[in-house]
């Protein structure tokens, strides 16, 4: 019932930045929890970054200090500002929502992200 849909997505030299966005239309039920996921091939979806309405958030080790998570609102769009990028950031982005967390919940079809020079 309720669809996400992210946008952003692209090629970035290493060091650069890019900023990600979900959307969530579809339902009047409120997300409380939303987060961003990737993918890198080969590899299993790893969790990267969340957002609750509480205003708690909470980064993977990886990406503290570099990826910040935010929403509006609403909660209906929430974004991933991704800076001094690495190759190894390289991946399918992928934004998930939940109603009370994110240990269940809907997901985006994902955006890839490409980390090259």
């Known amino acids: 019932q309720v669809r996400l849909m992210e946008s952003g997505g692209g090629l970035v030299q290493p060091g650069g930045s890019l900023r990600l966005s979900c959307a969530a239309s579809?339902?009047?039920?409120?997300?409380?929890?939303m987060g961003w996921y990737r993918q890198a091939p080969g590899q299993e979806r790893e969790f990267v970054a969340a957002?609750?309405?509480?205003?708690?958030?909470r980064y993977a080790e990886s990406v503290k200090g570099r990826f910040a998570i935010s929403r509006d609102s609403a909660g209906k769009m929430w974004y991933l500002q991704m800076n001094r990028l690495k190759p190894e950031d390289a991946a399918v982005y992928y934004c998930?929502?939940?109603?009370?967390?994110?240990?269940?919940?809907?997901w985006g079809q994902g955006t890839q992200v490409t980390v090259s020079s």
């Open positions: 957002i609750h309405t509480s205003g708690v958030t």
């Open positions: 998930k929502g939940g109603i009370r967390d994110l240990s269940t919940g809907i």
């Open positions: 579809g339902s009047r039920v409120s997300l409380n929890a």
